[in-house]
């Protein structure tokens, strides 16, 4: 064993460019195995360092999410912040070893216009506690239209103790005086604005609840173990310590756990095959360039199970050289994953990446076994062989695959067209579950019989390919049937690369669209009024009505939520709600047909539900109905209609009164208005404008701007699938820049014998470009089939027949593809033939 493994070390350093392939193929997959682990891990974790509560050793919010009534071990995350009951905070304060509660109460708060982030900035000055707040200058609010600004704030505005400040507080513009500038205990990026308490019991959009409460513990008592008491003696409350506390302090953390499983799981899956196809490709094309002289090793004595050794350990050296590199490559590509998915708005910006010695060993450990079983495998054909043999094979290598291969290219391709014919019956919003592994299905099968495709290619195409390119590429045509086990290794990337981005873009672009329009088709507006300023008040709507030339005015709020008797059975996938006013004599702004009861009695605890919904769980219009809404309260709501609503992106939809009141803000942030009979909707829109001139962030938009609003919600969900083809093309590019180069290079002899025989430098450049040509070509159409499988029955499931999506996409990777192919040959070619021709002969190689 000690003396195969020295020939094997000592025979690396004659295959620098095949090692080199096998080495960057391995560590770029070990990198962003790595990086998918570390996504992973901080979907489990999902910690974010509190910032203004980070002065209480313990906090406590409400429920953390919806218990699922049939998976008891399943929570989903409400959409909404959960809040806590003054009852609540009452039986927290009573648990032994408490020393005190702080309840914190937040609320819209802006300074000026507002930008739309961070607009729950008002709290009570009792809160400021929870934070180590302290007084810089000045004193504390104590009456009425009195505010503490924390320093960063006073800092941006440009006042002092003493002066005035315009505040947009829960939708309304007011003047307050400055009483104190507080300096935070640590850092903290949100502003924060302290009123008093008479001023936080005026502005609250919750009355009657807290939005989470920080407890601090008596003297000598475990924050820990406080943490355990309180969680024990108060059900239906989530209590945090530690870097935990951030979730109670930034909502949208909780809710981040699934795109990030989802991202990890998706881009980890689709990495893992990338990786088995691009390194098993590359090490299965090192090992048959090395035919002859493992024939040799064989006819001198050497025993099969040597010569098995010797390629396995060849290839576990540069393997394990590229796991370690992969290790580092890993931690910068998971951070630089992380923080594009944070500025994209997939997760939010407080939430720490997490990555540690289990990601990391997770991601070497199956780097080295997709590595051995690629090494073994490749070596096992090439050990078995017959000396004689595996001379004749290394001259003229078989392009018949072995009978396991092809039964599993048969098993690939018949699950690639059951995926694809499953996908047409499923419903839209959940088909891409089962149309997307057609891409790598396909992909695998094609790499399974990639040396016949390619001999097909060159024998059904040759006299094609000769009318087309000329007299030169009857050589290149007789060099790619020859050569097809080498070309098939570079056709795998390439078909992979471009079902993956033609697949994962269109299909996602074909959902988009069917989404967007979707819900913006259930909704009718000839304007749409939006805030930045924290919302709109019910008094500002009342304002809208009274503007001349208006018909339909309702104030706007979506959220998610599930019918929890008779439960929905969406676990995981809860129903959109959509918060509308009920019709009136201006009409509704709901464009979806009314078949059963009317939306003017969409008044109080009401609900408007989709027809579907309504027989698929047997409920009768009239009947009374719990629902579970977006902050986990339950709501028992009367049904007043029935509504024909699109069976894949069905919404409810309720008065959004009680909507609003259950969500977050406390407060819609849209009215959608609709021009009165015979008007002109320009001159409503003035109308529009004018009225809301002294509205905090106020603006008005045409009817585009609700659907600019879905599109911009869609979008960051794209933004995951855009994000894992970018990373997958990539690395598939890589692996054929590698493997084309290796096989060019491979042929130096080649190229001197011709050089010899008569062709110059340029003759052979020209018969690459064309084997080039031939082998991204057959990569683009067999990219382009097995993307259609995803694609196309996307596209059936939303009811079209021609998938949406930008038309340069493919363009783009056509170009891509060949701007792949050529240069690499084109420069590889070069450096092979650096030597003079009689030198070329006499060097090893093919």
């Known amino acids: 064993m000690g003396s195969v493994f020295r020939l094997a070390l000592s025979s690396l350093r004659f295959r620098a460019a095949a090692s080199l392939a096998s080495f960057v193929a391995i560590l770029i997959g070990c990198g962003l195995l790595i990086a998918c682990a570390g996504l992973f891990q901080t979907a489990i974790v999902l910690q974010a360092q509190p910032q203004r509560l980070a002065a209480a050793p313990v906090v406590a919010g409400g429920s953390p999410g919806f218990q699922l009534p049939d998976e008891e071990s399943e929570v989903v995350p409400y959409a909404e912040r959960a809040r806590l009951t003054l009852d609540q905070v009452t039986e927290i304060g009573a648990v032994e070893g408490v020393q005190r509660v702080v309840a914190d109460v937040s609320f819209p708060a802006v300074l000026g216009e507002g930008d739309g982030t961070s607009v729950l900035s008002g709290h009570g000055w009792e809160s400021a506690a929870l934070g180590a707040y302290q007084l810089g200058e000045g004193s504390e609010p104590l009456s009425p239209g009195q505010v503490v600004l924390d320093a960063a ?3 941006s505005a440009g006042v002092k103790p003493g002066a005035s400040i315009d505040l947009a507080v829960s939708g309304g513009k007011q003047t307050f005086t400055v ?5 935070p205990g640590q850092a903290v990026r949100a502003p924060a604005f302290f009123f008093s308490a008479a001023d936080v019991q005026r502005f609250a959009t919750h009355p009657g609840s807290v939005d989470l409460v920080g407890v601090f513990p008596a003297e000598g008592t475990d924050a820990a173990g406080l943490a355990a008491r309180v969680a024990e003696r108060v059900p239906g409350v989530n209590v945090l310590t530690g870097d935990d506390r951030g979730a109670a302090e930034f909502p949208g953390v909780a809710g981040s756990r699934l795109p990030l499983i989802l991202l990890a799981a998706v881009f980890g899956g689709m990495v893992l095959v990338v990786m088995a196809l691009v390194v098993s490709a590359t090490i299965s094309l090192t090992v048959r360039q090395r035919q002859q002289e493992l024939a040799l090793l064989r006819a001198t004595g050497a025993t099969p199970r040597q010569v098995h050794r010797m390629v396995v350990a060849e290839t576990m050296v540069v393997g394990a050289l590229g796991a370690a590199g992969g290790a580092l490559l890993g931690s910068l590509i998971g951070n630089q994953i992380f923080g594009t998915s944070a500025s994209l708005g997939i997760v939010p910006e407080e939430l720490v990446f997490q990555q540690d010695i289990i990601a990391f060993a997770a991601g070497i450990v199956a780097t080295l076994a997709i590595t051995f079983a690629a090494a073994w495998f490749a070596a096992l054909a090439a050990a078995r062989a017959r000396p004689i043999q595996a001379l004749a094979e290394a001259a003229i290598p078989s392009v018949t695959v072995n009978p396991l291969r092809r039964m599993g290219a048969l098993v690939f391709a018949v699950a690639t067209v059951l995926l694809a014919g499953t ?11 089962i149309g ?14 990639g040396p016949e495709v390619m001999a097909f290619v060159a024998d059904r195409g040759g006299p094609f390919i000769r009318r087309i390119a ?3 590429a009857t050589l290149a045509v007789l060099n790619t049937r020859a050569r097809a086990v080498a070309f098939a290794a570079a056709l795998t990337p390439i078909t992979l690369a471009c079902a993956v981005a033609l697949g994962n873009i269109y299909s996602m672009t074909t959902v988009q669209s069917a989404q967007v329009s ?5 909704l009718r507006a000839d304007a749409v009024v939006s805030t930045t300023g924290g919302g709109i008040r019910a008094e500002d709507v009342e304002q809208l009505r009274a503007t001349p030339g208006v018909g339909a005015v309702s104030p706007f709020v979506t959220s998610s939520g599930w019918i929890e008797e008779p439960y929905d059975g969406n676990g995981s996938d809860p129903l959109r709600l959509l918060g509308i006013a009920a019709e009136d004599q201006g009409g509704s702004v709901l464009a979806t047909e009314v078949t059963s009861g009317s939306l003017k009695d969409l008044r109080g ?3 408007a539900l989709p027809e579907g919904v309504a027989e698929g769980l047997e409920i009768q219009l009239g009947q009374q109905i719990t629902m579970r809404l977006g902050d986990g309260e339950r709501a028992r709501v009367t049904v007043v209609a029935l509504l024909d609503s699109p069976s894949s992106y069905a919404s409810m939809v309720l008065p959004a009164e009680l909507l609003a009141a259950h969500s977050t803000s406390g407060l819609p942030e849209r009215v959608l208005v609709t021009a009165a009979a015979g008007q002109d909707v320009d001159n409503l829109m003035s109308a529009l404008t004018d009225r809301v001139t002294d509205w905090p962030g106020a603006t008005v938009g045409d009817g585009d701007a609700l659907t600019q609003s879905f599109q911009a919600g869609a979008d960051v969900e794209a933004m995951i699938n855009y994000l894992l083809a970018v990373l997958a093309i990539a690395y598939a590019a890589i692996a054929a820049v590698n493997t084309l180069a290796v096989a060019v290079l491979a042929r130096r002899r080649e190229f001197g014998a011709q050089r010899l025989a008569g062709a110059d430098r340029r003759q052979v450049r020209r018969m690459l470009f064309i084997e080039g040509g031939i082998v991204a070509t057959t990569g683009l159409v067999l990219g382009v089939v097995i993307s259609l499988c995803t694609v196309l029955p996307m596209a059936l499931t939303t009811g079209e027949i021609v998938p949406s999506g930008p038309v340069w996409v493919f363009p783009a990777v056509v170009l891509a593809v060949f701007l792949i192919v050529w240069p690499v040959t084109a420069l590889s070619a070069r450096l092979a033939m650096r030597r003079s021709p009689i030198e070329a002969v006499t060097l090893p190689g093919a």
């Open 153 to 155: 704030s006073a800092a």
């Open 179 to 183: 009483t104190g500038i507080a300096e």
């Open 423 to 433: 996908t047409v019956f499923m419903p839209a919003d959940t088909a891409s579950a």
């Open 436 to 449: 997307g592994p057609a891409v790598l299905t396909g992909a695998i099968a094609v790499a399974l019989l």
């Open 470 to 472: 000329g007299p030169d």
């Open 518 to 522: 979707s819900y913006a088709g259930q």
């Open 605 to 607: 605890d009401s609900v």
